[in-house]
């Protein structure tokens, strides 16, 4: 079948659960999985489908979910008491137009694929249902999937319902099943409540397919990590670090050499160029550029930075929403803040922190400073301990260092303040007023030797 024969897409996100295990104040679908809410995940994979549209039936917190996922395109549907699955499911299913096929996916269940739920949907072919099964080696907790003597689903036994033959089944359901919107609507309404728990089960549709002569067809889950749900934060740690692993995998297909992949956390997109080699414990968060060659120490973490060919960030450095240009040398101990461009080569060293500043090619703050809305040309060298004094207490200003000038050590450039290209200024300078170019401008007190003074001598006790 081709897509576009396919019936349109309708995807429902099951999220209204309690999720009283997490012990939170947080709704669990809130709770992050690579810095990213569980429910984000899922509506992040769901928008890679092409739906037509996406709702997710939220209960707890709905609010608080709403606002914290804020801007995604997605039909916000309250169920105000969970009554089960199936009453979830037909809480959107008044907004879903009868020729969709419905596509159900739980907001817990994070790691799911959208290569595998396109595999289910086209399962489900025309008119049949499909649904994601995984044979597990401890089915424990699960509806199980009975099938006839041929082989052919016959329906889903939940765990409090299964007979001891059925509970010695390991086929389980996920879940997460595409069902013809029509069809999931008429049994919907059908369905009762009259079992173990007291809840409308979304599985019992499957028997009702069965009975009306729907196919059902079942889609293997090519690994476990990709069904498997979050109730507590054991689970959310085991599925964190899979996550983990997986990215760490895709980067060194990709070309990164990685000292531990178990040792590198991505809370975010990577893209990285050939060779590039990161040390252990980095954090990469948001969108972060590696290009060819980048070395990454070991225990840095870089936010929303693009890091150019062949630069070295070295151990224990924080970079946040920052450029640095190829070939910069940056650290052990720097702390890179946001709106910092480093041009070519620039080189930024140990407990230097820099702020909304340009720093020119080549240029050099290698120890113990302060460097604060400035505008640094290129090949300056700025001494140890140098500050830009840029907040006056009530505004920032700007300080601006020309080409090649020098920053003699604990100098303090009071802004809004210029210093000339080619200058020099002395160690120990206050500078409040402009430092011509080319020139040397000190402003501290001469020093003087006092000739023959005598050091005080301690008296002698009585
Ligand atoms: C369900 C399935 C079971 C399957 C298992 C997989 C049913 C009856 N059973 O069981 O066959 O093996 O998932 O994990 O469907 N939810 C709502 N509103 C409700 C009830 C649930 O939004 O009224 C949401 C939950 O937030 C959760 C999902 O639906 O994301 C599944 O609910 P849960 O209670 O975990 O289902 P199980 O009983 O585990
Ligand atoms: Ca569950």
Known sequence: ????????LSVVILAAGQGTRMRSHLPKVLHGLAGRPL???????????DAAAIHVVYGHGGEQVREVLGLPAVNWIEQTEQLGTGHA???????????????VLYGDVPLITAETLRHLVAAGGSGAVSLLTAELADPQGYGRIVRGVDGNVLGIVEQKEATPQQLAIHEINTGMMSVPAKSLQQWLARLGNDNAQGEYYLTDIIAMAVADGVAVHTVRAPSEDEILGVNDRVQLAYLERRYQLRQAEKLMRAGVTLSDPARIDIRGTVEAGLDVVVDIDVILEGRVVLGDNVRVGAH?????TEVGAGAVIHPHSVVEQAVIGPGCQVGPFARIRPDTVLEAGARVGNFVEIKKSTVGEGSKINHLSYVGDAIIGREANIGAGCITCNYDGANKHQTVVGDRAFIGSDTQLVAPVEVGADAVIGAGSTITRAAPPGELTVSRARQTTIRGWKRPQKKPSR
């Open 39 to 49: 429910l984000g995940h899922v509506i992040g994979t769901a928008q890679a489908l």
């Open 300 to 304: 840095c973490l870089l936010k929303e």
């Open 89 to 103: 499911v037909a809480q959107a299913t008044p907004a879903v137009p009868a020729d969709h096929r419905v596509l």
């Open 1 to 8: 079948m081709t897509e576009a024969q396919r019936s349109p």
